[in-house]
C-alpha cells in the first residue's frame, strides 16, 4: 500500500508540477506520516467502490457484464485501488474492459485471474474527479454453473483525495450477489411420422406426435387444441417423448410442448395438424350430345364440377366400362380435367366414372351412362333446332332448285318452236 501511494502522489505531482521537475531531484514522500491517520479518515465521509447491477438472475452459460463505479460522496480523489474477488467455480471472466474509465493513468495495469477469482484495477485521474458514479472499469462475467455467486470488493482497496497529499479517505465496500440459474430449454423440436407435413392434408384422425428430449430436460406439459399460440401450463403432464391422439374431428389442431428442467420451464413448441376425412361433395357427371362432336369425331363429351369444404380439389381421374368387356376387366384411371371427350362404339353401351380426389386423398366417384341408341336420342333432343333448321334450310333449297328448274324448262321450249307462218 505505501507503493501504491507513494507512487500516485509521484505521478500526481508529475501531471500538475511539470515544470518543478525540470529542475529538482525526485523526493518520494509517504503522505502517511504528514497527516495523522486516525483523525483524517474520521474527519471524511465515505467514498463508495460498488458493482452494478448488486443482484440479478443470470442463466447458465450466459454472460453479462458488471460495471465498477466510484461515488466519492462529495470529495475530489485523483486515484483508486480496486481488487475484485469472485466466486471462481461459478463465474470466470471473459472480457475484462477498461476502454471507458475515469482512470487516466495506469499505476498497474488491469488484470484478473480465473484460477483465483481476482481481478484489479489501479490508476490515477488526473486532475481529481467528483461524481456519485464514475465508471472505473466493466467486466464481463460468464456463468459456469447454476447456483449463488458473490462478487465483492476487496478490503485492500483504497481511494486517495485529491489534496496533494494522497490522503487515503474511508471506503465502504460494496457487494454484489446473483442468481445463476439453469438455461430454459429452447423450443421443443415436434415431429410425426402419420402427419409429417404440417402444411399438408391427411384423412388419417388419429395421429401419433413425438418431440425431442434435450440433455437435463425431466418433464413435458403438453395440450392439444384449435388455437395456434397457446402456452401450456407449467404442470407436468407427460415424462414420455409420443403422444397418441384418437379421433379427431376433422380440421386445424395444433399441440403446444414446453419442457421442464430443474424446475424451469423453456419456450413452447407448436405443431400443426391438417385432418380431412371427409370426401368432396357429391356431384354426377354429365354427357353432353352435341352434334359435331357425334357425327363428326364419334365421341361424346363429359363435363362434371363438385367442391370440397376442407382441403380443396386436388385432381379428377376419369375411368371408362365397356359393358361388353368382361367382369373381370377393370377400367385404368387417367387424369384429366373437364370436359372430357369419350369415343363410343355403335351398338356398345358404356359407363364413364369420374373420381374426384381432395388434398387429404379422399375420393368422391360420380358415373354416367352412354348407350348408342340413347346416344340418338339425347342428339336429337338436345339439337333439334339445329336439325329442324338444317331440314327447313334443306327444304327451301330443293323448293328454290326445282322452282329454278321449271323456270329453265320453259325457257327451252320456247326457245326450239318454230316461228308462225305468214299467210
Known amino acids: 500500500m505505501t507503493r501504491f501511494r507513494g507512487a500516485c502522489v509521484l505521478i500526481v505531482s508529475f501531471l500538475l508540477l511539470p515544470g518543478v521537475f525540470a529542475y529538482a531531484q525526485t523526493i518520494n514522500l509517504d503522505a502517511s506520516e504528514l497527516v495523522p491517520k486516525d483523525e483524517s479518515r474520521l474527519a471524511l465521509p465515505k467514498a463508495e467502490i ?34 475484485i474477488n469472485y466466486d471462481k467455480n461459478k463465474l470466470s471472466i471473459v472480457k475484462p474492459s477498461s476502454g471507458k474509465s475515469i482512470i487516466g493513468v495506469w499505476v498497474e495495469p488491469p488484470k484478473y485471474d480465473n ?134 374431428k376433422d380440421g386445424l389442431w395444433y399441440l403446444h410442448v414446453k ?29 353432353n350430345y352435341l352434334l359435331a ?11 362434371f364440377f363438385t367442391t370440397d369444404n376442407l382441403s380443396g380439389i386436388d385432381h379428377y381421374e376419369v375411368g371408362v366400362i365397356d359393358k361388353s368387356q368382361p367382369v373381370t376387366v377393370s ?21 364413364v366414372v369420374v373420381r374426384a380426389v381432395d388434398k387429404a386423398g379422399n375420393v368422391r366417384d360420380g358415373a354416367v351412362d352412354i348407350n348408342f341408341p340413347s346416344i340418338i336420342d339425347r342428339l336429337v333432343k338436345e339439337n333439334w333446332i339445329y336439325i329442324s333448321a338444317v331440314i327447313i334450310l334443306a327444304a327451301l333449297l330443293g323448293f328454290f332448285l326445282r322452282h329454278a328448274f321449271v323456270i329453265r324448262e320453259k325457257k327451252n321450249v320456247n326457245y326450239i318452236q318454230p316461228p308462225p307462218q305468214q299467210s
Open 293 to 303: 362432336a357425334v357425327i363428326l369425331t364419334e365421341r361424346v363429351v363429359v363435363s
Open 115 to 248: 484460477t483465483k477469482g481476482t481481478a484489479s484495477y489501479v490508476g490515477v485521474v488526473p486532475g481529481g474527479i467528483t461524481t456519485s458514479s464514475g465508471l472505473l472499469g466493466t467486466i464481463t462475467f460468464k456463468v459456469l454453473r447454476v447456483g449463488s455467486a458473490v462478487v465483492s470488493i476487496g478490503s485492500n482497496s483504497n481511494v486517495l483525495l485529491n489534496d496533494g497529499l494522497g490522503t487515503k479517505t474511508a471506503v465502504s465496500l460494496g457487494r454484489a450477489e446473483y442468481s445463476l440459474i439453469a438455461k430454459p430449454p429452447e423450443g421443443v423440436n415436434i415431429f410425426s411420422e402419420t402427419h409429417s407435413f404440417p402444411d399438408e392434408w391427411y384423412n388419417n384422425n388419429s395421429p401419433i406426435i413425438s418431440w425431442d428430449k434435450d440433455e437435463g430436460v425431466d418433464g413435458f406439459s403438453f395440450i392439444l387444441n384449435n388455437e395456434p399460440s397457446t402456452i401450456p401450463e407449467n404442470t407436468t403432464n407427460s415424462t414420455s417423448t409420443s403422444q397418441s391422439f384418437q379421433d379427431l
Open 331 to 351: 377400367p385404368v384411371f387417367v387424369q384429366t380435367e373437364s370436359p372430357f371427350q369419350v369415343p363410343f362404339n355403335k351398338g356398345n353401351s358404356m359407363q
Open 259 to 287: 419442457a421442464s428442467k430443474k424446475d424451469v420451464w423453456g419456450a413452447t413448441g407448436h405443431f400443426l395438424l391438417k385432418i380431412d376425412t371427409t370426401p368432396p361433395a357429391m356431384f354426377r357427371p354429365e354427357a
Open 50 to 83: 460498488f458493482l452494478s447491477p448488486r443482484s440479478g438472475s443470470f442463466t447458465d452459460g450466459s454472460t453479462f457484464d458488471g460495471p465498477i463505479l466510484l461515488n466519492t460522496r462529495g470529495s475530489n480523489v485523483n486515484a483508486v485501488e480496486v481488487r
